[in-house]
């Protein structure tokens, strides 16, 4: 940082991806990104805009660029001979290079990173500016936050999964600079012990590993849980031996602490356009958060990528809420939940 910083906030976009000219893709996507550009633009709450690209997409000659254009920079990329499994490796090298492009433009006009805000989205996504707009104002302040020093700030995402811990949505997310590079994980796990979703699991797990050591259990497939977590209903729960299911009520009562407390997770319809679980139609769970663990935590509420109903997306921190408030219908495994959650409280410090 050069002598005193302003005292102000800045919101940044960040764009990552791929466009491969070979894919079938490919013009859809560099459509998305041409009319995306166009709108953040435009949004007079973005003021910067960053583009990460790798050199054989072309960019550069793919994409027209708005006329005023003067919030974009542009960022070129050598592809990394090894991707990665699942491409984790270039997906974070594109996210890395973003931020420290970022950094780079904070340093020169002399702002504080705590005081930028980015969010985090890819080419072929559609975010519409009702959700620029509702992220960029939100309080992302942490109740007893000198309790730790985790994170400064919370982290805004639009979902999680009730049933597997820290797989939320990696593609569309805000983040404070003070805090973003916490989100950046290139640590080899084991695609085998945890299963789907271990991209998306490495990136929000990453800030709280060193300080809970229940979650490298976790990474660690501690039990064979972890890769079937998704699919492990309420009715296998209780099947469980007393270790495995004291085990797994611990996890996931610390899965929903630390997202109370470091996370705003909070969807509208409408904000984000891209996958199948973005359109509210799949929604299965909202207006579901006063149900109890037991009965939400059911292939009914699931919903099916690739087969049989599963994966149970919750929109907002209100089912959690109302876990720490005790608003639930009776259930067993929802008390001790909330029983843990309030002594983690205790221990941690308060969630809001």
């Known amino acids: ?3 005193l910083a302003i005292k102000m906030t800045k919101n940044f976009v960040l764009f990552t991806g ?43 000659d793919l994409v027209k660029y708005p006329n005023d254009s003067k ?3 542009l960022i070129s990329m050598t592809q990394l001979n090894d991707p990665g499994d699942g491409n984790y490796l270039s997906q974070m090298e594109s996210f890395n290079q973003g931020i420290l492009k970022i950094c780079n433009i904070c340093d020169d006009i002399n702002i504080d990173h705590r ?39 919370k982290i805004w995402n639009p979902w999680f ?19 973003i590079f916490s989100l950046h994980n290139i640590r080899q796990y084991s695609r085998e012990s945890i299963g789907q979703g271990i991209t998306h699991i490495r990136r929000f797990i990453s800030p709280f590993l060193d300080k809970f050591p229940i979650l490298k259990d976790y990474m660690c497939g501690k039990y064979g849980l972890t890769n079937r977590m998704n699919r492990t ?18 996890l996931l009562s610390l899965y929903y602490y630390i997202l109370n ?24 769970t909202r207006g579901s958060e006063i149900l109890g663990f037991s009965e939400l ?28 408030d005790g608003n639930f219908l009776p259930d067993m495994i929802s008390y001790q939940l909330m029983e843990n959650m309030l002594a983690l409280e205790a221990m941690y410090g308060k969630t809001r």
């Open 233 to 250: 209903w309420t009715s296998d729960i209780n099947n469980l031996s007393l270790e495995e299911r004291k085990y797994l009520i611990s």
């Open 71 to 73: 919030k974009i920079s």
């Open 261 to 284: 407390k470091y996370f705003n997770i909070q969807s509208e319809p409408g904000y984000i356009k891209h996958y199948e679980w973005h359109d509210s139609k799949n929604w299965k």
């Open 1 to 3: 940082m050069k002598g």
């Open 18 to 60: 791929y466009l491969d000219r070979g894919r079938a893709e490919s013009y859809h996507a560099k459509s998305r990104l041409e009319n995306s550009l166009e709108q953040v633009v435009k949004n007079s709450n973005i003021d910067y805009v960053v583009v990460a690209f790798w050199n054989d997409d072309r960019l550069k």
């Open 161 to 179: 999964f009730l049933n597997k811990p820290f797989y939320m949505e990696d593609s569309f997310f805000s983040a404070r600079l003070c805090d």
């Open 297 to 324: 935590n059911n292939p009914k509420f699931g919903y099916g990528r690739r087969g049989p109903p599963g994966d149970i997306y919750m929109y907002s921190n209100k089912w959690i809420s109302n876990l720490l």
């Open 115 to 153: 005081d930028v805000k980015i969010f985090k989205t890819r080419y072929d996504g559609i975010v519409s500016d009702e959700c620029f707009n509702f992220v960029f104002s939100l309080d992302d302040s942490i109740v007893d936050k000198d309790n730790d020093k985790i994170l400064n700030f």
